[in-house]
Antibody
Framework: QVQLVQSGAEVKKPGASVKVSCKAS????????MHWVRQAPGQGLEWMGI????????SYAQKFQGRVTMTMDTSTSTVYMELSSLRSEDTAVYYC????????????????WGQGTLVTVSS | QSALTQPPSASGSPGQSVTISCTGT?????????VSWYQQHPGKAPKLMIY???KRPSGVPDRFSGSKSGNTASLTVSGLQAEDEADYYC??????????FGGGTKLTVL
C-alpha cells in the first residue's frame, strides 16, 4: 500500500531554516510527481510547489520563490522541502502529497498525503 | 492568485443531501478540468474525495459526486451520514504550474 511518512515536528527560531522529509513506499518513486502543501493553525490549505521525481525539476508557488527548495533522493525514495528565513507566519503543518496521475503528466490533484509535520516558528 | 470561494459552513440532517460550491475564475476553475475536493477531519491529513471535477477515487462512496458549470464547481454529498461531518476543500489547477485552494467549508450533520 502507498505510504508517505514524514519527519517529526520541529521548533525553529525566526530567521532559521527547516528541512522536512517525506519517505515514499508502496509504489515506484519515480512514477508520480510530489507536491508540498501547508496549513496554518485553523486555516486552509496552501500549495507550495511540485517536484518531478524523474529529474528533480521543480516549480514553486510565487509566494515562496527564493525561500523554498525541494529536493529528492531516489536511492531512499525521499523528497525534502526546505524553507528558509522562517517567520512566525510560517508556523503550520506541512504535508507532502502525491499527484494522482503517472509521469510525465501531472494534474495537480493529490491522492495520497503524508501525515503532516508541524513546524513551529517562535522566538 | 486569489483563493477559490467556498461558503464557510453547510449543514444537513442525516439522509439529506447537501451541496458545497467552489467559485473561481476563467483562469482556474473555468479554464481547467483539474478540480478536486478533499475531506479533512480534525487533526488528520486531507483525503481525496473527487478529482478531475467528477471522478471518484477507489473506496470513496458514490454518495459523493462532483460537477462544474462555468467558473463554479460543486460537491454534493447525498444520504448524509454522521461521519461526513468534516471540513471540505476544493482546489483547481490555475495555470503556470500552480494550484489554488478554496478557503474550506465546515460541513455539520445535524
Amino acid at each position: 500500500q502507498v505510504q508517505l511518512v514524514q519527519s517529526g515536528a520541529e521548533v525553529k527560531k525566526p530567521g532559521a531554516s527547516v528541512k522536512v522529509s517525506c519517505k515514499a513506499s508502496g509504489y515506484t518513486f519515480t512514477t508520480y510527481y510530489m507536491h508540498w502543501v501547508r496549513q496554518a493553525p485553523g486555516q486552509g490549505l496552501e500549495w507550495m510547489g511540485i517536484i518531478n521525481p524523474t529529474n528533480g525539476g521543480t516549480s514553486y508557488a510565487q509566494k515562496f520563490q527564493g525561500r523554498v527548495t525541494m529536493t529528492m533522493d531516489t536511492s531512499t525514495s525521499t523528497v525534502y522541502m526546505e524553507l528558509s528565513s522562517l517567520r512566525s507566519e510560517d508556523t503550520a503543518v506541512y504535508y507532502c502529497a502525491r499527484d494522482i496521475v503517472l509521469v510525465p503528466s501531472a494534474i495537480y490533484n493529490f491522492d495520497y498525503w503524508g501525515q503532516g509535520t508541524l513546524v513551529t516558528v517562535s522566538s | 492568485q486569489s483563493a477559490l470561494t467556498q461558503p464557510p459552513s453547510a449543514s444537513g440532517s442525516p439522509g439529506q443531501s447537501v451541496t458545497i460550491s467552489c467559485t473561481g475564475t476563467s483562469s482556474d476553475v473555468g479554464g481547467y478540468n483539474s478540480v478536486s475536493w478533499y475531506q479533512q477531519h480534525p487533526g488528520k491529513a486531507p483525503k481525496l474525495m473527487i478529482y478531475e471535477v467528477s471522478k471518484r477515487p477507489s473506496g470513496v462512496p458514490d454518495r459523493f459526486s462532483g460537477s462544474k458549470s462555468g467558473n463554479t464547481a460543486s460537491l454534493t454529498v447525498s444520504g448524509l451520514q454522521a461521519e461526513d461531518e468534516a471540513d471540505y476543500y476544493c482546489s483547481s489547477y490555475a495555470g503556470s504550474n500552480s494550484v489554488v485552494f478554496g478557503g474550506g467549508t465546515k460541513l455539520t450533520v445535524l
